[in-house]
């Protein structure tokens, strides 16, 4: 395996995570490629330009470039994204048969599928599709996707050569939902960068932070203000807490219209339950600086309706951070209930604050529970897979791609 396409058609791996369409896929992206660029594949994303400025080619580092792809209007929504997708592809199609040597595409998102899709036809090479969210999952918690996302999610699975999920939770939606063979999915957990997110001093978190000065317990929610992360639960929690002392952090930004309501819907809940004055709005922030955040935080609160991994509780883990949980999809692989944090079913705010209640009021099993997540992290490193997709690309190659069904 010497060389691949990346598509990440509606957002770059070179903005931060958490504002706007930005977050965990983000992350996913840059480390992903940077591990394989380091392993000697040479990787080229292609993503949507979003800003006259930008150059045409950033080289991130040696093997990782990225490519900006005009594909209409600058401030175009993210709804109207469908529309543009054959002028991604045609443009994306113009370097890859300049440079004339890609081994493989590796299409992240329904709408890089769509892109992935035509590509492996023109070209006759490999695709692996990795979705990161699922219509019909969403769908079976509250979130309706369009019609047109679900019929082109089917095409694109049932036309690649292979489809990675997280956790075991997603290979069985993959296979529940949408009727992909078994054969055709292969288990590849994201990873964590080691170096950044691990265990700290939590009083020097905090006073870098400068948080919870009298010594009040932390809680923390990171992540994008959209309905389907739940920051209304994390919000009713901290108003049903036995500590009434204890403050929310909430890191991250609004995402789209819909997220601006959210973020209206969010403050006005918290003045309605007088609790305003215990929560610290803190706008996205750089990728790395979170683990400050983690450190600082005596629980992470991650109450999503769905979630097919769930990077920040990896990340809230590896820094030794006890994390609360929904229990769904991939959180229910990375929280071991009872020893590195707790799964919440259900979505009532009592029963997150009864479990929360439960972390602060002994710090000694908290600290436990700390260590032991993370030691659970450290299972889980972007060098293993990167590993994992190398030996996938490779195969593919010595194999007959896969027909449209």
């Known amino acids: 395996m010497r060389t691949l396409a990346v598509l990440s058609l509606h957002t770059s791996p070179l ?3 958490g504002a706007g369409d930005s977050g965990g896929m983000n992350v996913y992206v840059r480390e992903l490629v940077s591990s394989l660029a380091q392993a000697g594949v040479r990787s080229t994303v292609y993503t949507r330009r979003w800003n006259d400025g930008l150059p045409d080619i950033v080289d991130v580092e040696p093997g990782f470039r990225v490519v900006h792809v005009p594909a209409g209007p600058i401030d175009l929504a993210k709804e109207r994204l469908p529309e543009v997708v054959d002028e991604f592809t045609t443009g994306v199609l113009a370097d890859l048969r300049a440079v004339d040597n890609v081994d493989a595409i590796h299409a992240n998102y329904w709408l890089s599928g769509i892109a992935g899709h035509s590509l492996k036809h023109e070209l006759d090479i490999p695709l692996v599709s990795t979705f990161h969210t699922l219509a019909r999952v969403k769908a079976e918690t509250g979130d309706a996707e369009p019609q047109r996302r679900i019929e082109a999610e089917l095409r694109v699975m049932h036309c690649s050569d292979a489809i990675t999920a997280s956790c075991p939770a997603e290979a069985q939606q993959l296979r529940r939902l949408y009727g992909v063979p078994s054969e ?13 997110f691990s265990e700290g001093d939590r009083s020097g978190a905090q006073r870098a932070l400068g ?3 009298d010594g009040r317990p932390v ?9 389907l992360k739940g920051v209304d639960v994390a919000i009713g929690a901290l108003s049903e ?3 009434r002392d204890a403050e929310l952090v909430i890191v991250g930004g609004p995402s789209g219209p819909e997220g601006d309501a959210e973020a209206t819907k969010a403050r006005t809940l918290a003045a309605e ?6 929560i610290r709005w803190v706008p996205p922030q750089p990728h790395y600086r979170l683990a400050t955040y983690y450190r600082a935080a005596d629980v992470c609160v991650v109450p999503s309706r769905s979630e097919s991994f769930g990077l920040v509780a990896l990340e809230a883990a590896a820094c030794g951070t006890p994390v609360v949980a929904a229990a769904v999809g991939g959180l229910r692989t990375l929280v071991e209930h009872g020893r590195t944090g707790f799964l919440v079913e259900g979505r009532e705010p009592e029963a997150f604050a009864a479990c929360i209640d439960r972390v602060l009021r002994d710090r000694t099993a908290a600290r ?13 490193t972007w060098s293993t897979t990167a590993a994992r997709l190398r030996r996938l690309y490779a195969d593919l190659t010595t194999r007959s791609l896969v027909d449209c069904a």
């Open 15 to 17: 903005v931060q995570p």
């Open 184 to 196: 055709r999915i292969q288990l590849v957990p994201p990873g964590v960068i080691h170096a950044f």
């Open 211 to 213: 948080l919870s000065a």
């Open 219 to 227: 809680l923390l929610f990171v992540g994008r203000i959209q309905p």
């Open 241 to 243: 807490l036995e500590n």
């Open 273 to 278: 339950l007088g609790i305003q004055g215990r």
């Open 368 to 380: 436990a529970m700390g260590e032991a997540a993370a030691a659970h992290a450290r299972g889980f």
